[in-house]
Nanobody, 124 residues
Framework: QVQLVESGGGLVQAGGSLRLSCAAS????????MGWFRQAPEKEREFVAA????????NYADSVKGRFTISRDNAKNTVYLQMNSLKPEDTAVYYC?????????????????WGQGTQVTVSS
């Protein structure tokens, strides 16, 4: 069982930046592909970004390419999401997820463990 705890959410003005962190309680963090998803009110949970076990491969949703960067520090059991040039449409609860699979998957069904989420609100 892996526990994931997100932090770093908050209220920011459009054009601003936030950095989300997700700490994992496992000794085998480097064995997991990690992802970030988000869910806005009355919308489906959607893929944001994912990173491979070693950090060499990443994948992004088209809506965040060029603005968001996913990274990980396996020594600290932590994955990050740097969010720049934020827009009001980025407002959502952001979830961290861990996958036992090898592929950098974009579907939420490919992830085995989930955090509780952190709220990101972008004002216009």
């Amino acid at each position: 069982q892996v526990q994931l705890v997100e932090s770093g959410g908050g209220l920011v003005q459009a054009g601003g930046s936030l950095r989300l962190s997700c700490a994992a309680s496992t000794r085998t963090f480097s064995s997991y592909t990690m992802g970030w998803f988000r869910q806005a009110p009355e919308k489906e949970r959607e893929f944001v970004a994912a990173i491979s076990r070693g950090g060499s491969n990443t994948n992004y949703a088209d809506s965040v390419k060029g603005r968001f960067t996913i990274s990980r520090d396996n020594a600290k059991n932590t994955v990050y999401l740097q969010m720049n040039s934020l827009k009001p449409e980025d407002t959502a609860v952001y979830y961290c997820a861990a996958s036992l699979g090898v592929r950098v998957t974009t579907t939420r069904f490919g992830y085995n463990y989930w955090g509780q989420g952190t709220q990101v609100t972008v004002s216009s």
